[in-house]
């Protein structure tokens, strides 16, 4: 079974901070997707990333693909109260059709 | 564009009764849909996949099933609904296995 762990759970920062947001496995996936989602909706794409090393960049928010392809991490700069959500990784492996999803960082932007 | 629906948004329901909750997808043919159940602020849970009609993988043994009438028709449904239902029900959707679109979700309330 795939694991995925987030880290942190759960973040709050002052407007203007900045942040990363960690996705870690032992096990490799072919390419990793992060989600925002707000309250009483659904997750949302930012990003895939396929490539081990792979960096790509959203405006403020920078996200990383590691090079062994078993971990990425997501960097906001700058945060604004209009980052505050629910951020979720998920990894796709080679076999089957499904994603494998982290259990989710809960950031709050303070004003 | 590809386009997602479910319905209803929100439900209460007392236990022991039926339940059927539908997921539409515009847009695309032949996706992949999946159900998923998500805990308050935290990550999502596989409950079901299906890669065409009638094809039906369960990925936790529980009190809900799935059917797909329809290439781009999902419905989760129980025949009696337990307190440990509650919870928020995601749809979604993917042509390529490795990234999925969600749906606007159900927030389904068993007392």
């Known amino acids: 079974t795939q694991l995925l762990e987030q880290s942190p759970q759960f973040l709050s920062i002052q407007e203007g901070e900045n942040l990363t947001v960690y996705c870690n496995s032992s096990?490799?996936?072919?390419?990793l997707q992060w989600y925002r989602q707000e309250p009483g909706e659904g997750p949302v794409l930012l990003v895939t990333v396929v490539t081990g090393g792979e960096v790509k960049k959203l405006k403020r928010l920078t996200f990383q693909f590691g090079d062994a392809r078993k971990d990425s991490s997501l960097h906001i700069t700058a945060a604004q109260p209009g980052d505050t959500g629910l951020y979720l990784c998920?990894?796709?492996?080679?076999?089957?059709?499904?994603?494998?999803f982290g259990g989710g960082t809960r950031l709050m932007v303070k004003p | 564009s590809q386009t997602i629906h479910q319905w209803p948004a929100t439900l209460v329901q007392p236990v022991g009764s039926p339940l059927s909750l539908e997921c539409t997808v515009e847009g695309t043919s032949n996706p992949n849909l999946y159900w998923y159940r998500q805990a308050a602020g935290r990550g999502l849970q596989l409950l079901f996949y299906s890669v065409g009609i009638g094809q039906i993988s369960s990925e936790v043994p529980q009190n809900l099933s799935a059917s797909r009438p329809q290439d781009r028709q999902f419905i989760l449904s129980s025949k009696k609904l337990l307190l440990s239902d509650s919870g928020f029900y995601l749809c979604?959707?993917?042509?390529?296995?490795?990234?999925?679109?969600f749906g606007p979700g159900t927030r389904l309330l068993v007392l």
């Open positions: 096990s490799v996936f072919s390419s």
């Open positions: 979604a959707w993917s042509v390529l296995w490795e990234t999925q679109y």
């Open positions: 998920a990894g796709a492996s080679n076999a089957g059709n499904m994603l494998t």
